[in-house]
């Protein structure tokens, strides 16, 4: 659109730090951040209600570094990670299962002791029969 001094010039309000910090973090496209040591890490702006994952070039490790809504940092979140190898990616094997059931001849032979133990208990009775006949 070409330029008219009638029309008037779309004035843009200035940004302020904040404003400009929020735009800077959106047109990082590579999503990786690097940060030399945990001072630094610490030292990073993020913008409020944010959380940003830098990764240390120092060390084998990374910080997830956020702050809340009015701005106020949060605990600085530092992980280590280490290298996987190929035995490591292996599906595990299948686990043996468990002992927590009974065989059928084990059960067999348990309720058979039971049946003995519940007989030696009873106290034999005889059965008498009444005759009302008479």
């Known amino acids: ?3 008219s001094p009638y029309q008037p010039y ?3 309000q200035p940004l302020d730090n904040l404003s400009q910090l929020r735009m800077w973090q959106q047109q990082q496209t590579t999503g990786i951040n690097w940060v030399q040591g945990i001072d630094a890490a610490k030292a990073y702006i993020v913008a409020a209600g944010n959380s940003v994952l830098l990764l240390d070039s120092e060390s084998q490790c ?5 702050t809340d809504a009015s701005g106020m940092p949060q605990p600085l979140r530092i992980f280590d990670y280490t290298e996987r190898t190929d035995s490591q990616n292996q599906p595990a094997p299948e686990k043996q299962p468990t002992r927590d059931y ?4 084990e059960f067999a032979e348990l309720s058979e002791r039971v049946r003995k133990l519940e007989n030696r208990r009873k106290p034999k009775m005889e059965v008498v029969e009444v005759n009302d006949d008479a």
């Open 102 to 105: 009974v065989e059928r001849a």
């Open 62 to 66: 990374f910080y997830i570094k956020s």
């Open 10 to 12: 779309p004035y843009q």
């Open 1 to 3: 659109m070409p330029y």
